[in-house]
């Protein structure tokens, strides 16, 4: 081969019907492989030369060191997903063949990844997403029911926020709620329909009901727990939870809300997964956050409201499982 490899940045879907021929890579990985092939050139001179490649021509062409230009491929950076001709698998190293990587979270993990309706992607600016925390794949919006009982409450109005997690019980059809975390708060002082009041103090309550929802997750209760969901404290949940109240209660888009994260493709989100070590994560923050991300300014909007001068909580309880 000589150090010779020809490369192309591709639509994701494009290198899957190509697997047969082609291997899905990262420019980085495939920079890895160009050294390992006896190429000379450095890590700043390959990216200038990543090319684009006739998918009906199956054959290894010379590499011909043309610049890539923004028009065609826009800010290439290490992780942005290419394929190479399979004929250079012989020669990658073993270090990054795909049957080496391994990640703990699991393939059920991965496969939510590249799904038609995908449950994770990884973005620029917030790490990883769960889009079932923030609220994207449906469901009866308890948060937003919960914040406006409390901008339409008057001193003296309790109300309660509710959360928990629904497992199905095999083999039978019987579902069952665990991890069940109740928080009721009474008011204390006018409201007065002030939104940013209301939403404050929603936001303080969602907060500390997600977190014992978390702490639910890690005990092992009737043998369902952290055993069953695999996500006590799970590194992308709290950072998601923030994103469904922005979501529900400060009505926020999807589109809007993931044109600040800046999401990947389900590939590229893929091939992070594949290299990525998750941590567990009591913060509402991301853990790592991509190269030159920044914090989306709009998750700074709405600040907790300690209790006390509006609102108490009177009580915060975790009730056994219920089956239905």
């Known amino acids: 081969m000589n150090g010779q490899i020809e490369l192309m940045i591709v639509n994701g879907k494009s290198a899957i019907r190509q697997l ?45 060191e043309e610049p890539i230009s923004g ?8 992780t942005d997903v290419i394929v190479i001709p399979a004929e250079i698998k012989t020669d990658r190293p073993e270090s990054i ?12 993990f991965r496969a939510s990844i590249l799904a038609n309706r995908n449950n994770y992607v990884y973005t620029k ?18 948060l937003r029911r919960f914040y406006r009982e409390i901008l339409l ?66 005990k092992f209760l009737l043998g369902i727990g952290e055993k069953a969901t695999g996500s006590s404290f799970a590194e992308e949940d709290l950072p998601s939870n923030i994103i469904n109240f922005y979501y ?11 044109q600040h994260c800046i999401p990947f493709s389900k590939e ?9 070590e998750f941590k567990k994560n009591k913060l509402f923050e991301p853990v790592v956050r991509y190269p030159s991300g920044e914090k989306p300014f709009i998750f700074d909007d709405i600040q907790e409201l300690c209790e006390g001068e509006y609102y108490e909580i009177i009580d915060l309880e975790t009730p056994l499982p219920r089956v239905y």
């Open 71 to 78: 028009r065609e491929i826009p800010n290439v950076n290490e």
């Open 20 to 64: 047969e021929k082609w291997q899905v890579f990262s420019v980085y990985d495939s920079y890895l492989i160009y050294k390992s092939c006896g190429g000379d050139k450095t890590w700043e001179e390959f990216q200038t030369i990543v090319r684009k490649r006739n998918f009906e021509n199956n054959t290894l062409d010379k590499l011909i």
């Open 248 to 258: 529900e209660v400060c009505e926020r888009s999807e589109e809007n809300i993931m």
């Open 153 to 218: 409450s008057r001193v003296g109005s309790t109300m309660t926020f509710e959360m928990d997690s629904s497992v199905r019980l095999k083999p039978t059809n019987y579902m069952i709620d665990v991890n069940i975390v109740k928080v009721t708060i009474r008011i204390i002082k006018p409201i007065n329909y002030n939104q940013l009041i209301a939403k404050r103090i929603a936001y303080t309550v969602f907060k500390k009901a997600s977190y014992s929802h978390e702490e639910e997750q890690g």
């Open 97 to 108: 063949a795909f049957s080496e990587l391994r990640n703990d979270r699991g393939d059920d």
């Open 125 to 142: 600016n917030y790490g990883w997403v769960d889009r079932g925390h923030a609220g994207f794949l449906g469901g009866d919006m308890p």
């Open 268 to 276: 590229k989100s893929a091939w992070i997964y594949d290299r990525y």
